[in-house]
T-cell receptor, first 115, second 111 residues
């Protein structure tokens, strides 16, 4: 299995621009998570999908952030408009069924820099 | 409030030596405790998952311990290798999907 696949690996954009991050979870996994990692705050949960349905988006920092999961094999995280404080590494992760004892598999992340 | 505290923040060890990382948590309720290894520029990779009833779990040269009474865990690396240079993150799971992440310990192994 290829694992969780994220694209792009790196994104550099200017303030105000729209940014779209993409994720393909492991085949057969029906729970998907988006996390953000910064030096100051560590790893933070942004949103959790189960069976393509958003279950908890309380971690999404502002209305500028939105996430979709149109099918079981694809999810996007969009920031519009982007701001310099959005600069971070964004990780997508998936588990088989979202059970709290299940192993969480992370993608390699997208390093976002907003200038 | 950070409910998972890791120490030390960073450490440097010589190749072949052992080291132990610490994790204290106050997360409640408690379901399991995980240790992840994160190489630079990569996503975290699971090393061990321990539930309340497990005291020790090993994964190759990595051995994790858990004392659920004192809410402490440790990760011991035996005979370190250069490839062990990474950040090690302690993660505590309550009874749902909202994991509590520690800030990590950065380990540097030098030849």
């Amino acid at each position: 299995d290829a694992g969780v696949i994220q694209s792009p690996r790196h994104e550099v954009t200017e303030m105000g621009q729209e940014v779209t991050l993409r994720c393909k979870p492991i085949s057969g996994h029906n729970s998907l998570f988006w996390y953000r990692q910064t030096m100051m705050r560590g790893l933070e949960l942004l949103i959790y999908f189960n069976n393509n349905v958003p279950i908890d988006d309380s971690g999404m920092p502002e209305d500028r952030f939105s996430a979709k999961m149109p099918n079981a094999s694809f999810s996007t995280l969009k920031i519009q408009p982007s701001e310099p404080r959005d600069s971070a590494v964004y990780f997508c992760a998936s588990t088989l069924d979202g059970g709290y004892n299940e192993k969480l598999f992370f993608g390699s992340g997208t390093q976002l820099s907003v200038l | 409030k950070n409910q998972v505290e890791q120490s030390p923040q960073s450490l440097i060890i010589l190749e072949g030596k052992n080291c132990t990382l610490q994790c204290n948590y106050t997360v409640s309720p408690f379901s399991n405790l995980r240790w992840y290894k994160q190489d630079t520029g990569r996503g975290p990779v699971s090393l061990t998952i321990m539930t309340f009833s497990e005291n020790t779990k090993s994964n190759g040269r990595y051995t994790a311990t858990l004392d659920a009474d004192t809410k402490q865990s440790s990760l011991h690396i035996t005979a370190s290798q250069l490839s062990d240079s990474a950040s090690y993150i302690c993660v505590v799971s309550p009874n749902d999907y909202k994991l509590s992440f520690g800030a990590g310990t950065t380990v540097t192994v030098r030849a």
